[in-house]
């Protein structure tokens, strides 16, 4: 079987299937830690709150800087070796982690982890654009997109089994990306392949009515379309991100469960992989319709939250946001490719986008509690829920009335 890339050439499955299983790992840092957070009074009794910040926070953070710096490398040539250190020192920390046994050996081995998920966060998607174009990217994208959320959440599903064995034990789903390992010489051969643009892409868009606007450069990258999609890609993971971050104290007073609120956020990544995978068929339907329909739904899913508290509505609601977020993720990711003038930059391209979410996730607090204590709702617990939901409203109105333009549209070629 082979997969056909939109250039007349083809790759075979196993050359597909090595570049999927990049993204295995790059949704999991922190994931094996929240289980013990309510526990790490009993394992280290002498941890500091700063401590437990850095535990938790600090992957996240150091991932956007060497996001940047893989991005940077995947222009020489030495992108193979970027990638072979990146998962070799994934697969590294894993292992110390089920030997660690002191806060500061945790917070070490955190760090990097961070370091090396973000050496590979930009391949994960950057060699898809390097092999595939057209809808066949379009479609690989989505499938990635897919894969990430699939792999968290039954990375999710795991822990939650095996975390009341042992601290220790959660750390091993940061095994997944060792797969990469055994798959490495279909993955040089995927890194070494000539970008499928055989030709630099036109300014963005040719037929947004900003093209004057949005053609100024600098170091290669389309300035105004690179800043309109950066912030689009934080909007979306932020508003996304207030339902695992937000929703365990909102349905927890509600006395539903434990394995009730893991279910609640487990559908939202859940929805999110099924979104992705079933990409092309949705654009097919919705055409450039996407992004407002996407956002519309995402404020039904955000109404779910704040309306009735029921566990049957947070699901409904989870699985609404899961969908719409899960349709835009991978389209952007694919628009990423054409903020840049020359196809060697496609990877590049890639990294400075992904930072937006990890910025997103870490900036969510922050932003939340400053909004909150503007309008003096700090002790709210539907706060964050309703601050999101006006959020995406207005998003809905932009999107519609934009929906011919770069960051909105959806151009016949996405699903052709």
């Not at 899960?326 to 952007?332: E, K």
């Not at 809905?396 to 934009?402: L, S």
Request: hydrophobic fraction near 50%; charged fraction near 10%; aromatic fraction near 12%.
């Amino acid at each position: 079987m082979q997969f056909k890339t939109g250039t007349g050439s083809t790759v075979s499955v196993m050359t597909a299937i090595a570049l999927w299983s990049l993204s295995l790992g790059v949704d999991l840092p922190g994931l094996a830690v929240t289980p013990m957070l309510d526990r790490l009074d009993s394992i280290f009794p002498n941890a500091s709150e700063l401590e437990v910040q850095l535990l938790t926070v600090l992957p996240n953070l150091l991932i956007i800087p060497f996001v940047l710096l893989s991005g940077r490398l995947s222009m020489s040539n030495h992108k193979t070796i970027v990638i072979t250190t990146g998962v070799a020192l994934y697969v590294l920390s894993a292992i110390l982690y089920i030997f660690s046994n002191t806060m500061t050996e945790l917070i070490i081995i955190s760090a990097l982890l961070g370091c090396a998920c973000g050496l590979i966060l930009p391949f994960s998607t950057g060699l898809i654009a390097n092999v595939f174009t057209g809808s066949y990217r379009v479609t690989q994208m989505g499938i990635v997109s897919g894969i990430g959320n699939g792999a968290l959440v039954v990375a999710t599903f795991i822990v939650g089994l095996i975390a009341s064995i042992d601290w220790h034990m959660p750390f091993l789903v940061y095994l997944l990306p060792a797969i990469s390992l055994f798959l490495l010489p279909w993955i040089y051969k995927a890194a070494d392949k000539t970008p499928a643009a055989t030709i630099e892409p036109a300014p963005v868009d040719a037929t947004d009515p900003h093209k004057n606007e949005d053609s100024k450069k600098w170091d290669g990258f389309y300035i105004m379309p690179t800043i309109k999609l950066l912030g689009s890609y934080f909007f979306f993971i932020y508003v996304m991100s207030v339902i695992p971050y937000y929703g365990p104290y909102l349905m927890t007073p509600d006395k539903l469960s434990t394995t009730q609120i893991g279910t609640v956020i487990a559908l939202l990544y859940l929805a999110m992989f099924l979104s992705g995978i079933s990409l092309i068929k949705t654009l097919r339907i919705v055409r450039d319709n996407t992004y407002w329909i996407a956002c519309a739904t995402i404020s039904i899913g955000m109404l779910a939250f704040i309306l009735v508290h029921s566990f049957e509505l947070y699901c409904l609601g989870a699985l609404l946001v899961g969908f719409g977020v899960g349709t835009l993720q991978p389209v952007i990711y694919d628009k990423a490719t054409e903020i840049v003038d020359s196809p060697r930059r496609m990877t590049m391209a890639m990294a400075v986008i992904l930072t937006a979410n990890y910025l997103a996730i870490s900036l969510l607090p922050i932003i939340n509690d400053f909004f909150a204590r503007l309008f003096g709702c700090k002790s709210s617990l539907i706060f964050p829920f309703l601050f999101a939901l006006v959020l995406i409203v207005a998003a809905t109105g932009v999107a519609f009335y934009n929906r011919r333009g770069f960051i909105f549209g959806i151009r016949n070629s996405y699903y052709s």
